[in-house]
């Protein structure tokens, strides 16, 4: 779905929401963490995670196996944000999240926060939730196949989006700016087309329906 330049090591990170199904799944050389919940939902998928993390207030104790790190419930990050340090730790700069998008609306605004971060800092994060998915570009890239409907918003984080270019989808643009306090990027669409979205300079949140 990106746009590669080369290849990427990538960590999958399951998190407390329901999971049915991996669009995307993980390859032999892939990390997986688990982040509390997230346990049970890589399992139910017929994943075991290299780590599982969490104060496991939500599954409820921690796992008996190898390679858990038990994290105190007073902390300065959420379970899922330090899945994602775990995850640069062991260089990985592409990173793909299940079960972190829904539920609690707090927990969402966090794991935007965290893509917006994981995106700053050089690599790339893509969250997908059971109804829609979001990534955050930073002077990068998206592509996605051809898709007949669903629904794709674009939203400048932290200031000022520019050279934002839209193609192949409803409404296209080129070069355009768009603002923190801007709402025109919302309710686009996909119509049979292979599309593109990408941002010179600044910051964008993507956010589409997931197939």
């Not at 990106?2 to 032999?28: D, H, Y």
């Not at 921690?62 to 944000?81: E, H, Q, S």
């Not at 592509?143 to 296209?172: D, K, P």
Request: net charge negative.
């Amino acid at each position: 779905m990106f746009k590669k330049g080369q290849e990427m090591n990538r960590c999958f990170i399951f998190g407390a929401l329901k999971v049915s199904e991996l669009p995307i799944k993980p390859e032999p050389g892939d990390y997986i963490i688990a982040a509390d919940q997230g346990y049970e939902n890589a399992l139910s998928t017929g994943l075991d995670p290299d780590l599982v993390v969490g104060d496991f207030d939500s599954l409820g104790k921690a796992p008996d196996r190898k390679n858990v790190i038990t994290l105190p419930v007073r902390k300065d990050m959420t379970d899922v944000g330090y899945a994602v340090e775990k995850g640069f730790e062991r260089g990985c700069s592409e990173f793909i999240l299940y079960g972190a998008v829904g539920g609690a609306l707090d927990h969402t605004f966090a794991n935007v926060a965290i893509a917006h971060d994981i995106a700053r800092r050089g690599a790339r994060a893509l969250l997908i939730g059971e109804e829609n998915s979001f990534t955050v570009l930073h002077e990068s890239s998206i592509t996605f196949h051809a898709r007949e409907s669903g629904r794709i918003s674009v939203f400048a984080l932290g200031g000022t989006a520019q050279g934002v270019t839209i193609r192949g989808l409803s409404y296209e643009v080129e070069d355009a700016e768009i603002t923190c306090t801007d709402h025109i990027g919302v309710s686009n669409a996909f119509i049979g087309k292979a599309a593109e979205i990408s941002v010179r300079q600044g910051d964008l949140l993507v956010v589409w329906q997931t197939e």
